[in-house]
C-alpha cells in the first residue's frame, strides 16, 4: 500500500521493529504521573534527581527531589551512592537536554538510570504534582 501522507511519508516499521523500538524507550524514560504514582504508594525506592541549576532547584522542585546539576556530576559526587542505587532525573522540560546530558553521565558511572520526560514543566505546570517553592522577598 502506498501511502502519500505526511505522517507516513516514510514508510511506518515493521510492527516487531516498532515493538522494540518502544519497549527499548521505555526502559530508559518515565514520566511525571509514574514518579508521582510510586511517591503516593510509597513505592519510590530511587533518587528523584533535579539536575538543573541550584538557583531554579531552590525556585521550586518536585517534593522528595535533590538537586546536583549536570555540570556537577561525575565520580566524586558520586561516591556516596551505593552501586545499586536507582536514579530518575529531570530539569526544565522537553525544550531542555540537562536530563539527557546528566542520565548519559550517570550510566557512564555504571547506575541504573531514566529520564522523567517532561521535566519540572510537565510536573508542576500541567500535571500540578506537589513542589517546594521558595518565595522571594519580591513575592511577597
Given at each position: 500500500m502506498h501511502n502519500t501522507t505526511n505522517a507516513f511519508y516514510n514508510q511506518a516499521a515493521p510492527a516487531q521493529q516498532a515493538h522494540s523500538f518502544f519497549m527499548a524507550k521505555l526502559t530508559c524514560e518515565t514520566d511525571c504521573s509514574d514518579v508521582y504514582a510510586d511517591m503516593k504508594e510509597g513505592k519510590k525506592h530511587y533518587i528523584l534527581l533535579d539536575v538543573r541549576s541550584k538557583e531554579a532547584f531552590d525556585k521550586s522542585?518536585?517534593?522528595?527531589?535533590?538537586?546536583?546539576?549536570?555540570?556537577?556530576?561525575?565520580?566524586?559526587?558520586?561516591?556516596?551512592?551505593?552501586?545499586?542505587?536507582?536514579?530518575?532525573?529531570?530539569?526544565?522540560?522537553?525544550?531542555?537536554?540537562?536530563?539527557?546530558?546528566?542520565?548519559?553521565?550517570?550510566?557512564?558511572?555504571?547506575?541504573?538510570?531514566?529520564?522523567?520526560?517532561?521535566?519540572?514543566?510537565?510536573?508542576?505546570?500541567?500535571e500540578r504534582y506537589p513542589v517546594n517553592r521558595r518565595v522571594a522577598e519580591i513575592q511577597k
Open positions: 522542585h518536585a517534593i522528595t527531589a535533590l538537586s546536583m546539576p549536570h555540570s556537577e556530576i561525575n565520580s566524586d559526587s558520586f561516591k556516596k551512592y551505593p552501586q545499586d542505587t536507582l536514579f530518575v532525573v529531570y530539569c526544565w522540560g522537553p525544550g531542555c537536554n540537562g536530563a539527557t546530558k546528566a542520565a548519559g553521565k550517570i550510566s557512564s558511572l555504571g547506575f541504573q538510570v531514566k529520564e522523567m520526560i517532561g521535566g519540572i514543566h510537565y510536573w508542576e505546570d500541567f
